[in-house]
């Protein structure tokens, strides 16, 4: 089997397997390998068909980011991993602060995911996400470049509310502050009468 420079450590690989509780069951292909078939096509980009062929088929890694994506696995992972780095730090294991932006993007000739944003003057997509302070990420959603930032604001704030995040404060530049504000509100509020 050939190295990639794209291939997990030993350290990490016993992280992912028992976050993700995956065992030491005998299967044909080992689940390390598929990991870092995964991690090879996040890295370069590469089309799934297009995998060298020291890696397992291609369908079968395919199955498998599948079924660890739909589980939220890799969010489990994300959140373990953010924890784990913030314990280190001294830090609360749960982020209390969250800094929201976005970013216009240009992206390629798919006319069904362009909009133009305006401001930007970019045609493509919009990224929107909420970061703790030290960047890790906490939430991230992509629209069309033309839908602005306080209309994307609400969708934001529920999908932290989804991860049950207990954001209090949030940083956010002059397009969402008042969305963010009224945002909050009802998040408090959902929260308040789902525990009363």
Not at 156 to 174: C, E, H, N, Q, W
């Amino acid at each position: 089997m050939k190295k990639y420079s794209t291939d997990i450590t030993d350290n990490q690989w016993q992280f992912i397997k028992n976050t993700l509780e995956l065992g030491d069951r005998k299967r044909k292909y080992d689940l390390r390998r598929i990991w870092d078939a995964i991690m090879y096509l996040v890295k370069t980009g590469c089309q799934w068909r297009l995998f060298p062929n020291d890696f397992p088929k291609w369908q079968l890694v395919y199955y498998y980011y599948s079924k660890w994506a739909n589980a939220e696995g890799f969010d489990l992972l994300l959140s373990k991993l953010r924890e784990k780095v913030r314990l280190k730090r001294n830090q609360n294991r749960e982020p209390s602060l969250g800094i929201m932006d976005s970013q216009s993007v240009r992206w390629g000739n798919n006319r069904s995911l362009n909009g133009f944003d305006g401001n930007k003057k970019v045609k493509g997509i919009k990224r929107h996400v909420v970061v703790d302070k030290n960047g890790f990420l906490l939430s991230v959603m992509v629209t069309v470049a033309n839908i602005h930032d306080s209309k994307a604001v609400d969708l934001l704030m529920r999908t932290l509310s989804y991860f049950l995040s207990p954001i209090k404060v949030i940083l956010a530049d002059g397009g969402y502050r008042i969305a963010v504000f009224y945002a909050q509100q009802k998040m408090i509020k959902k929260t308040c009468t789902a525990q009363g």
